[in-house]
């Protein structure tokens, strides 16, 4: 099936540093690949959607220039948090899809701490 | 407006027992539902997914209903076992845009 890896896993910051979250899809090439944040006992929360070679198309109330988005090929979207705060810790999860309505795989998620 | 709602928010089941969640939405034009299971610190993961003419899918103890007249479907866990402790998301897709809305998830907590 179809795999989708995120790096780090995990990560702690100090708060007013950058931290750059890598999705990659391995065995297929994604069209589109989407970002989301999930907080404690909540569902998924779309921020993004980055298709390869164009501008992300953000989510009303996220900041793009915070959140910077980086699809610069068909297996490999970042998601750069700038000058991240506390209220930024959440856990981060990339999501790739192969074909317009297809499926999304989902990656296994990094887990942002800023101190 | 375009909602998934999914009940029980939370569910405690003893292990070897069965269980029905619920996802109800109000989506269109429907283009598809799918289920997934994400273990805590974990990407969700997909189990069954479903379109507007098929009514049931089945996935190992896993089976999905759909009820594309209605706009509900349920998972039915069978034989629960410890590992299926998780959230179970209910995610729709509609044709305008190929949007997908997410459900806020049933969390099961299966019991020895």
């Known amino acids: 099936g179809a795999v989708v890896s995120q790096h780090p896993s995990w990560v702690i910051c100090k708060s007013g540093t950058s931290v750059k979250i890598e999705c990659r899809s391995l065995?297929?090439?994604?069209?589109?690949m989407f970002w989301y944040r999930q907080f404690p006992k909540q569902s998924l929360m779309l921020m993004a959607t980055?298709?390869?070679?164009?501008?992300?198309?953000?989510e009303q109330g996220v900041e793009k220039d915070k959140f910077l988005i980086n699809h610069a090929s068909l297996t490999l979207s970042t998601l750069t948090v700038t000058s991240a705060h506390p209220e930024d810790s959440s856990f981060y999860i990339c999501?790739?899809?192969?074909?317009?309505?297809?499926?999304?795989?989902f990656g296994p998620g990094t887990r942002l701490t800023v101190l | 407006k375009n909602q998934v709602e999914q009940s029980p928010q939370s569910l405690i089941i003893l292990e070897g027992k069965n269980c029905t969640l619920q996802?109800?939405?109000?989506?269109?034009?429907?283009?598809?539902l799918r289920w997934y299971k994400q273990d805590t610190g974990r990407g969700p993961v997909s189990l069954t997914i479903m379109t507007f003419s098929e009514n049931t899918k089945s996935n190992g103890r896993y089976t999905a209903t759909l009820d594309a007249d209605t706009k509900q479907s349920s998972l039915h866990i069978t034989a629960s076992q410890l590992s299926d402790s998780a959230s179970y998301i209910c995610v729709v897709t509609y044709t305008g845009g190929f949007k997908t809305i997410f459900g806020a998830g049933t969390r099961l907590f299966v019991k020895a």
């Open positions: 065995d297929f090439q994604a069209t589109t």
């Open positions: 996802c109800n939405y109000t989506v269109s034009p429907f283009s598809n």
């Open positions: 999501s790739a899809r192969f074909a317009s309505g297809g499926e999304q795989f």
């Open positions: 980055s298709n390869e070679g164009s501008k992300a198309t953000y």
